[in-house]
């Protein structure tokens, strides 16, 4: 991961990614919390759903969003945002 998740740099594809990270993980910790506690709390459903197409698109992006963080973006931007913070430093040190 960029400089270990305290740095925001790189394109707005990787930005966009992260965001979606983010809002299917809390999510996600929010539907198991949810079935512990005996009720629904699936935001996304809570939100978009009246529109189930629209929901299933929000699903799909998250899951695309990722598969793209699990391969890292390599655009220029984000390696030159990357260099700045030493991730290639840390790899050969590993």
């Known amino acids: 991961m960029c ?3 305290k740095h925001w740099g790189g394109c707005v594809v ?14 996600w910790g929010l539907v ?5 506690m005996g009720s629904k709390l699936n935001v996304v459903n809570m ?3 009246s529109w189930p197409t629209a ?3 929000v699903y799909l992006l998250v ?3 990722v598969v793209m ?3 890292s973006c390599k655009c220029k931007k984000c ?8 991730v290639e430093n840390m790899d050969k040190k590993m």
């Open 14 to 27: 990787h930005k966009t990614c992260k965001v979606l990270v983010m809002v299917g993980g809390l999510n």
């Open 32 to 36: 198991g919390l949810g079935m512990l």
């Open 47 to 49: 939100v978009l759903g």
């Open 3 to 5: 400089c270990n998740g």
């Open 69 to 71: 963080k699990l391969f």
């Open 63 to 65: 899951g695309v969003a």
């Open 55 to 57: 929901e299933a698109i």
């Open 79 to 86: 390696m030159e945002a990357c260099a700045t913070c030493g």
